[in-house]
């Protein structure tokens, strides 16, 4: 029976009757990076904090804390979550509470970085071994077939008891760690430069019972030899689970030598039955568009396609876990349309009444040069200073604009004070306008403005209008510099030139 945490769970999630789940966050959205069955393996944040770094060995390590999250949908398949409780102290040794955690570097849980990760397993030991016994049979020969001397070593050392039930019944030698595919345990799989020569000793020997090897080489079961030796069981062994004490007995001998393999063996088990699982690793992006694209719908809830183009609904896809899924987000998405496009019809009802241009002055409609366009959406009106709001706000931020409102005939910038202009402007009194226009010409090819009187001749002076910088096209219909409409079109900002 599924269990009801806020997220559709993986085959892996459901396979291995997980309860407890890590999320890590990137920038949009979150994954799962951690999950465990606690009915089977209780753990604290400790022990996570222990295993974490059991796994990532290689790498430098960074304190983390767990906090109890929220799983909020971020698309069809996708989720974000959200701290809905305190961060949990990264030492505590009291079991976690079944449910959803999410992973992250300070104790606000804010979202600041995502764990390094090292090459996931996806395969149990027994799985490598079979494919090596097909392809390399010359490796293969010394997990089947133990050396002479290491094997007498291991059965005088376990007196031919099993390491684990103590029991004599149907005992053989198995290796901890496969010499063979003990390349598996190297961070970056580089089998080739490997060095299998540490494996084949007789400290990375056990004696077994037969029925109990094959769980041990499927990774259903470790020995946490920092936890006082515990034998933890990662996945469902029926009957034979009850036959597993909960830590290696004491008579068998814990030898520091063998110590090393069964740590290894627990890092790898840890990493191929923890890690992972997340949904989109069953349902990445181009399987979801892709199903997507057959049931005749987009990303967007369908407004670009005709809904009759839809698949029936009584279309058996439609009823698949992804096609309930694809419904879901349909169904959201035409909301989202529908609740922003009201949003939408009521901000532009509030820009009209709010963006009449005034009734007179240089800025109002009879006394605008016709054809005008329209101001853009962003500007508000000033009457007290008879400009548009806009037009301050980028002086402000060290660009220099102009509205088509006259200068104010007092006051800093005025034209009896001009020297006092805006203090990141200086005054080239050469040419009689602020210096960092005359750089903004010159180095963008467009057209700006100061306060300063156009000069009275020249390529720029009223009677010479025409010869406009290189990159404008006068035009005589609107008596302006063609480059400046298209400004405002485009970027809807407000631009003036000095014709």
Not at 64 to 90: D, K, N
Not at 268 to 295: A, F, H, Q, R, W
Not at 323 to 345: C, N, P, T, W
Request: with cysteine; charged share 25%; proline share 7%.
């Amino acid at each position: 029976m599924a269990i009801d945490v806020g997220h559709v769970l993986s085959p892996k999630s459901l396979d291995l009757g997980r309860d407890t789940f890590i999320f890590v966050t990137l920038s949009h959205k979150s994954e799962l990076y951690f999950g465990v069955n606690q009915k089977s393996t209780p753990v604290s944040s400790a022990t996570i904090h222990r295993w974490a770094k059991l796994i990532h060995k290689t790498y430098a390590w960074a304190e983390f804390f767990l906090c109890p999250v929220t799983v909020l949908s971020a698309g069809i398949m996708s989720y974000y979550v959200q701290p809905s409780g305190p961060a949990i102290e990264p030492y505590s040794t009291e079991l976690l509470p079944p449910g959803n955690y999410g992973w992250y570097f300070d104790r606000e849980c804010i979202y600041k970085g995502y764990p390094r990760l090292v090459r996931r397993r996806l395969y149990t030991f027994e799985t490598c071994l079979e494919s090596e016994a097909e392809y390399f049979r010359s490796e293969f020969l010394v997990d089947a077939i133990p050396p002479a001397a290491e094997a007498n070593i291991a059965v005088t050392r376990d007196a031919n008891q099993c390491r684990f039930t103590g029991s004599e019944e149907g005992t053989m030698l198995a290796w901890i760690i496969p010499p063979s595919v003990a390349w598996e345990t190297d961070d970056f799989g580089h089998r080739a430069s490997f060095d299998k020569t540490p494996f084949p000793v007789a400290a990375n020997l056990l004696t077994i019972q037969s029925d109990l090897r094959f769980y041990l080489h499927n990774n259903h079961f470790m020995v946490d030899v920092d936890d006082g030796y515990r034998i933890l069981v990662l996945r469902g062994m029926g009957d034979m689970q009850g036959r597993l004490p909960t830590h290696l007995p004491c008579h068998s001998q814990h030898d520091p030598a063998a110590d090393h393999f069964l740590r290894l063996h627990c890092r790898y088990s840890l990493n191929l039955m923890l890690l992972g699982g997340d949904i989109k690793e069953v349902y990445p992006n181009g399987v979801i568009t892709g199903m997507m694209e057959e049931l005749g719908v987009d990303y967007a809830g369908s407004e670009d396609r005709d809904e009759k183009d839809m698949a029936f609904l009584d279309d058996e896809r439609w009823q698949s876990e992804l096609g309930k899924a694809i419904m879901e987000g349909v169904l959201e998405g035409k909301i989202a349309q529908r609740l922003y496009e009201d949003e939408l019809s009521t901000l532009d009802v509030d820009e009209d009444e709010d963006s009449e241009p005034p009734s007179s002055g240089p800025n109002s409609r009879d006394e605008k040069q016709e054809p005008w366009p329209e101001s853009p959406l962003s500007l508000d009106w000033d009457s007290e200073n008879n400009v548009y709001n806009a037009v301050f706000a980028r002086v402000e931020g060290d660009q220099w604009a102009s509205s088509v409102a006259e200068p104010p005939s007092s006051g800093p910038n005025s034209h009896d004070e001009k020297r006092e202009s805006p203090p990141f402007l200086e005054w080239d009194s050469d040419n009689n306008v602020d210096k960092a226009v005359s750089d903004w010409i010159d180095t963008d090819q467009q057209w700006g403005h100061s306060m300063a009187e156009p000069p009275s001749s020249g390529p720029n002076s009223p009677d010479e209008k025409q010869e406009s910088p290189p990159s404008l096209e006068w035009d005589s219909d609107n008596n302006v510099d063609k480059a400046v409409f298209d400004w405002i079109d485009t970027d809807q900002q407000w631009g003036h030139t000095n014709g």
